[in-house]
């Protein structure tokens, strides 16, 4: 969406909300709420909280930036939220446990991981019907979309492997061996890396996308921490690609890892079970969804440094930034 749209969404959903305009907004699901919290980027404050289905979790903007939608596990459905008005436009059934979720680039369909089934769900989103659903490994979580658009890869927390989907036979092409509980992805701008956080390996695990193999493995250490304590989940890059950034769960910390030598470069302190992390436009600021402590921490990326910490609703999971 150009910078001129973004603006007048941004506009129109706090004026809906009864807020001061924004420059942007973090949106950030509460599973025990049923609610997503919304933070102001410029004043770094809650405006408000939007009703959404059961135990919203994984969330994404569709591909025209008109909605969010988001993955709610006890309704089995995803709520499509009009980012205009800060209401839902409708809800479509996404199958049994439904964990995270990508969306094919021309919008048109919805790939999500089904825990209890080990199934990746196929939902046609014109109809807002499940057309199709592939087998994989047990407790499967991660779902990513390769750049071609051809592969669907999903991380199965059982197997300790990633399955590479082609879309095309609808059957797995590859089965990628990773660390233990495989959990989510990162994918390079230029499309020839899936970094894979392993939440019970304190690692993450990097795939080269043309050859499907895993080429090197990232070992986390947290001074302080035992080894069972370092738990990655939640991974994103900068827009460059030179850097990743992972939030470590039970150890409390964030990392900042450069993707060329794949090092860490700084470790910073945030809150309790360091979870979902996303990065603003400017790539300034980054937020951290802390999963025990109920908060929000935003850390400055340039100094690694924690800014503020922001409460939130109860058992955050995922942090999206909208501009």
Same mark, same amino acid.
């Given at each position: 969406?150009?910078?001129?749209?973004?603006?007048l969404?941004?506009?129109?959903?706090?004026?809906?909300?009864?807020?001061?305009?924004?420059?942007?907004?973090?949106?950030?699901?509460?599973?025990?709420?049923?609610?997503?919290?919304?933070?102001?980027?410029?004043?770094?404050?809650v405006?408000?909280?939007?009703?959404?289905?059961k135990?919203?979790?994984?969330?994404?903007?569709?591909?025209?930036?008109?909605?969010?939608?988001?993955?709610?596990g006890?309704?089995?459905?995803?709520?499509?939220?009009?980012?205009?008005?800060?209401?839902?436009?409708?809800?479509?059934?996404?199958?049994?446990?439904?964990?995270?979720?990508?969306?094919?680039?021309?919008?048109?369909?919805?790939?999500?991981?089904?825990?209890e089934?080990?199934?990746?769900?196929?939902?046609?989103?014109?109809?807002?019907?499940?057309?199709?659903?592939?087998?994989?490994?047990?407790?499967?979580?991660?779902v990513?979309?390769?750049?071609?658009?051809?592969?669907?890869?999903?991380?199965?927390?059982?197997?300790?492997?990633?399955h590479?989907v082609?879309?095309?036979?609808?059957?797995?092409?590859?089965?990628?061996?990773?660390?233990?509980?495989?959990?989510r992805? +990162?994918?390079?701008?230029? #499309?020839?890396?899936?970094? @894979?956080?392993?939440?019970?390996? *304190? $690692?993450?695990? =990097?795939? %080269?996308?043309?050859?499907?193999?895993?080429?090197?493995?990232?070992?986390?250490?947290?001074?302080?921490?035992?080894?069972?304590?370092?738990?990655?989940?939640?991974?994103?890059m900068?827009?460059?690609?030179?850097? +990743?950034?992972?939030?470590? #769960?039970?150890?409390?910390? @964030?990392?900042?890892?450069?993707? *060329? $030598?794949?090092? =860490?470069t %700084?470790?910073?302190?945030?809150?309790?079970?360091?979870?979902?992390?996303?990065?603003?436009?400017?790539e300034?600021?980054l937020?951290?969804?802390?999963?025990?402590?109920?908060?929000?921490?935003?850390?400055?990326? +340039?100094?690694?440094?924690?800014?503020?910490?922001?409460? @939130?609703?109860?058992?955050?999971?995922?942090?999206?930034v =909208?501009?």
């Amino acid at each position: 969406m150009q910078t001129a749209a973004r603006t007048l969404v941004a506009a129109a959903l706090a004026s809906s909300l009864g807020v001061a305009v924004a420059q942007g907004t973090a949106y950030v699901s509460s599973e025990k709420d049923n609610a997503i919290t919304l933070i102001d980027l410029k004043t770094q404050a809650v405006t408000g909280t939007i009703k959404t289905c059961k135990r919203p979790r994984h969330m994404q903007l569709t591909p025209d930036g008109k909605q969010l939608a988001v993955a709610c596990g006890d309704s089995h459905q995803a709520d499509f939220i009009d980012l205009a008005s800060g209401k839902s436009a409708r809800l479509v059934g996404l199958g049994q446990d439904p964990e995270i979720f990508d969306i094919s680039a021309d919008g048109k369909t919805l790939y999500v991981s089904n825990e209890e089934d080990a199934e990746l769900g196929i939902v046609d989103l014109a109809s807002g019907k499940r057309t199709g659903q592939i087998k994989v490994g047990g407790e499967p979580e991660g779902v990513k979309i390769s750049a071609d658009g051809k592969t669907v890869y999903v991380t199965s927390e059982v197997a300790n492997m990633v399955h590479a989907v082609d879309l095309a036979t609808g059957k797995t092409a590859h089965n990628i061996k990773t660390g233990k509980r495989p959990r989510r992805f +990162a994918l390079s701008p230029d #499309g020839s890396q899936l970094w @894979v956080t392993n939440e019970l390996d *304190a $690692s993450v695990t =990097v795939i %080269d996308t043309k050859e499907n193999k895993a080429v090197a493995t990232l070992k986390f250490e947290v001074k302080g921490a035992r080894a069972a304590d370092i738990t990655p989940v939640g991974i994103t890059m900068s827009r460059d690609g030179k850097r +990743a950034f992972v939030g470590l #769960g039970k150890a409390n910390h @964030v990392a900042f890892v450069d993707v *060329a $030598s794949r090092k =860490v470069t %700084d470790q910073v302190l945030v809150g309790k079970r360091a979870w979902s992390v996303a990065l603003d436009k400017a790539e300034k600021n980054l937020y951290v969804v802390n999963g025990m402590s109920d908060d929000l921490t935003i850390v400055d990326v +340039a100094s690694a440094k924690p800014l503020k910490t922001i409460k @939130v609703g109860r058992v955050p999971h995922t942090v999206l930034v =909208v501009e």
